[in-house]
């Protein structure tokens, strides 16, 4: 059973780099099974896709966001991370990280949430 | 960018069946399209109900079901229970590794 955590700063400045890392257990991110990637929701609002990422380093990112993001992935400490640049308050939300059976639009497993809030 | 469409908001009564749609903005969805659905209670984690139109996930009832339905995909709830209240959301698979969410729909058991 894989297990997600995010973790990484709550507050971030308007224009500044959010960055949140996703520590994945019970299972090894070099899987070939899975898709590693990041959803986010506004408070009070709906889902949204923000990227994913294969073990290999194949990428797959949001239009709307496909500048100012980066995923990425660290085999060696079985963890993967966010980067996104240039925030403003637009992008306060819950970032989940999660795990995509490959193949579908199965979202899986799913880390709590962490709550990123963008304000100076 | 085309828009996934799902009715804000719907209501059922306990025991009844509900059927919560998913379309586009523009042309239909398809099995191509991968259509999943998610459930989501307030301060919780989404969990997914079925993916690949028709897939039930891993412990999810057999009262909830995928299908296309005309030219959208559907969520149909049979039998409502009270904690069948929640946000649903409706998730496509748009193509060159873009996934789009709907807006979901807040599903009322009253």
């Known amino acids: 059973q894989l297990q997600l955590q995010e973790s990484g700063p709550g507050l971030v400045k308007p224009s500044e780099t959010l960055s949140l890392t996703c520590t994945v257990s019970?299972?090894?991110?070099?899987?070939?099974?899975?898709?590693w990637g990041w959803i986010r929701q506004p408070p009070g609002k709906g889902l949204e896709w923000i990227g994913s990422i294969y073990y290999s380093g194949s990428t797959y990112y949001n239009p709307s966001l496909k500048s100012r993001v980066t995923i990425s992935v660290d085999t060696s400490k079985n963890q993967f991370s966010l980067k996104l640049s240039s925030v403003t308050a637009a992008d306060t939300a819950v970032y989940y990280c999660v795990v995509k059976l490959l193949g579908t639009l199965n979202f899986d497993y799913w880390g709590q949430g962490t709550l990123v809030t963008v304000s100076s | 960018q085309t828009v996934v469409t799902q009715e804000p908001s719907f209501s059922v009564s306990p025991g009844g069946t509900v059927t919560l749609t998913c379309g586009l903005s523009s042309g239909s969805v398809s099995t191509s399209y991968y259509p999943s659905w998610y459930q989501q209670t307030p301060g919780q984690a989404p969990r997914t109900l079925i993916y690949s139109t028709n897939t039930r996930s891993s412990g999810v009832p057999d009262r909830f079901s995928g299908s296309i339905l005309g030219n959208k995909a559907a969520l149909t709830i049979t039998g409502a229970q009270a904690d069948d209240e929640s946000d649903y959301y409706c998730v496509l698979y748009m193509g060159s590794g873009n996934v789009v969410f709907g807006g979901g729909t807040k599903l009322t058991v009253l």
């Open positions: 019970g299972g090894s991110i070099s899987s070939s099974s899975y898709y």
